[in-house]
């Protein structure tokens, strides 16, 4: 069975930081693009980050750009988001995805066929 399991979210003062994982069985993921999805509250989803299989390759949404990092430890199958300088805009929860293909993809349309459960992250002072 594959399983997505993020941890890391919590409540953080605006200006604040959290490190978000994603840790993954049941699949290896070095084969595969993963990506970080957010849904804010009463909004719907809105892709944050992906990295290809490899790590080398990373792409970030613009409202994120500078303040976020996607990583991944393939060794560990887990992928990872380091958020820094967080607003309360970034207020959602946070889920993983593993994509179908290796790549970042050039239109930016992922085919994602896992999820995880979601962690959440809160943003306010």
């Known amino acids: 069975e594959v399983q997505l399991v993020e941890s890391g979210g919590g409540s953080v003062q605006p200006g604040g930081s959290l490190r978000l994982s994603c840790a993954a069985s049941?699949?290896?993921?070095?084969?595969?693009?993963m990506s970080w999805v957010r849904r804010a509250p009463g909004k719907g989803p809105e892709w944050v980050s992906g990295?290809?299989?490899?790590?080398?390759?990373?792409t970030y949404t613009d409202s994120v750009k500078g303040r976020f990092t996607i990583s991944r430890d393939n060794a560990k199958n887990t992928l990872y988001l380091q958020m820094n300088s967080q607003k309360p805009e970034d207020t959602a929860v946070y889920y993983c995805?593993?994509?179908?293909?290796?790549?970042?993809?050039?239109?930016?349309?992922?085919?994602?066929?896992?999820w995880g459960q979601g962690t959440r992250v809160a943003v306010s002072s």
């Open positions: 995805a593993k994509d179908q293909t290796p790549d970042v993809p050039a239109d930016g349309v992922y085919e994602y066929d896992y």
């Open positions: 049941g699949v290896t993921i070095s084969s595969y693009a």
């Open positions: 990295i290809n299989s490899r790590g080398d390759t990373t």
